[in-house]
């Protein structure tokens, strides 16, 4: 286990551990709520460049310590550090790491994942919940807003009336509303859920990694663009991973009856 420790504790830390070709990130401040600090905030940073360089990472794990959060967001504590409106519009935002990752991300999300740690959860690309997480924009309640996209990935995963319950009305939703919503993927015991995600993140790490990578790419351009312009970009996009060797290996693997060796080329 690797630690991007801050030199005071009480700032939190961000932890990345590799088994295989899995990375699990984990935002260690339980004692806050997992609750982000721009030393934080700086270490994600951090471990989302490291993941993305290293090509024996194939997926990442993101999920909080400890039993009752994931991650409430910014340390609100923490947002007077920012001595003007513009410094805090252009500070190191954590959402913005992980939509950075190049790599497949899953969410484990343990308790409250409220704000910006809602953000966090729905920049990652697959949502697992335990059975006692709760999903909430609470910042309405404190006079602002979210920042992290908030309401394009609430509006697009759970439509607009439901995004607006939410975003409006600044109370939170349990996990088995936000299955029913489509917010989340699957909802497991909190004591399967590290190991759930961890299980479906070696899945993904199994298959083509380039293909694996295009495909996140592919999923983004579904969202962004026209339908015929996202189908023509799917289409060359497959044609660069047609043209890999780990295509050839795929296709011969499947005549010689056997699995196949991706190797990231």
Known sequence: MDSLNTPDPALGAVTVTVDGFVATITLDRPQKLNAVTPEMAAQLVAAVARCNADDDIRCVVLTGAG?????????????????TAWNFRNREDYCDAIRGLRKPSIAAVNGYAFGGGLETAMSCDIRIASENAQFGAPEIKLGWIGGGGVAAFLSHSIGTSNAAMMILTGDPIPA???????LVSEVVPADRLLARAQEIAAIVASRAPIAAETAKLNLKAAHTMPVEKAIEYERDLQTICFATADAAEGRAAFKEKRSPVFRRK
């Open 67 to 83: 039993p009752r959060a994931f991650c409430c967001g910014s340390d609100i504590r923490e947002l007077d550090r920012y001595d």
């Open 176 to 182: 088995d509303k936000a299955l029913a919503w489509g």
